[in-house]
């Protein structure tokens, strides 16, 4: 039955837009049913969602079960929280992650930082956020580890010395500090950071494996390819 508050924008996962884009829902149903004897039941929202970026139109259920109950301290308050777990899919099925270019070139730098990477994309294909945030933070540390850092020590003390290694900027350091934090939380605590949250983390993650593998590479060799400056001439006169 559709009422107002089914009908307001969400965020959704645009086949073409990708996740997190809002989109209007121009269509609602919601299928319901219950186990009385058991005392149990299930929901599921179908939307017909309307992407406001490029007008495309999917659909979305969003299934919910009385029994399928997440509990999550509130920071702010320490309070214990609960709430429905949401499994969500969507129709046409969503595009996968974007791969950058660079991608294959990674197996040439290292296979193992390749196959990590390989991984976190493989887990925001089918949204999976809790395991895709500590595939990053697992990424981070092979890179700085084959950058030099000593594995051994912690997140901040890996950080620190990949800046005095000049592989980091001080701005960096603070992205990938707050993104080490991030895969944290969701390796101790299962936080399942939101698709918003994964996108920043896989820019952070991404811009650091670029700078510090690829286009280091590919400066040298245009360094190489420059032809060298002639010695300077009078001008004409
Ligand atoms: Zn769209």
């Known amino acids: 039955m559709p009422t107002d508050e ?14 997190g884009k809002w989109a209007d829902p121009v269509g609602h149903y919601n299928e319901y ?6 005392d149990i039941w299930a929901s599921t929202d179908h939307r017909i969602l309307k992407c406001r970026g490029c007008d495309k139109v999917y659909h979305q259920t969003d299934f919910i079960f009385s029994e399928d109950i997440d509990y999550q301290r509130d920071p702010s308050t320490g309070e214990e929280v609960a709430d429905y777990i949401h499994t969500i899919h969507y129709w046409p099925a969503p595009i996968k992650q974007v791969r950058p270019k660079w991608l294959n070139r990674v197996p040439t730098v290292d296979m193992d930082l390749y196959k990590l990477l390989n991984e976190v994309y493989s887990a925001l294909d089918v949204d999976l956020a809790v395991l895709a945030a500590i595939g990053i933070r697992t990424t981070f540390d092979r890179g700085s580890e084959l950058l030099g850092v000593d594995p051994s020590l912690p997140f901040s003390k890996k ?3 990949l800046v005095k290694l000049g592989a980091t900027g001080a701005t960096e350091r603070d992205a990938l500090s707050v993104m080490t934090d991030a ?6 605590r ?7 949250q994964l996108d920043t983390m896989m820019q952070i993650i991404e811009a650091f ?7 280091r590479t ?7 390819a420059v032809p060298a400056k002639l010695s ?3 001008p004409h006169t």
């Open 232 to 234: 300077k001439k009078a």
């Open 159 to 161: 950080l620190d010395e």
């Open 183 to 188: 895969g944290s939380a969701s390796a101790h």
């Open 209 to 215: 494996v670029h700078r510090n593998f690829i286009l």
């Open 33 to 38: 049913e219950r186990d009385d004897q058991n």
């Open 6 to 19: 089914k009908l307001k924008p969400i965020k959704g996962h645009c086949p073409d837009c990708g996740s």
């Open 190 to 196: 299962g936080w399942r950071p939101t698709p918003e």
């Open 218 to 224: 590919d400066v040298t060799a245009l360094k190489n």
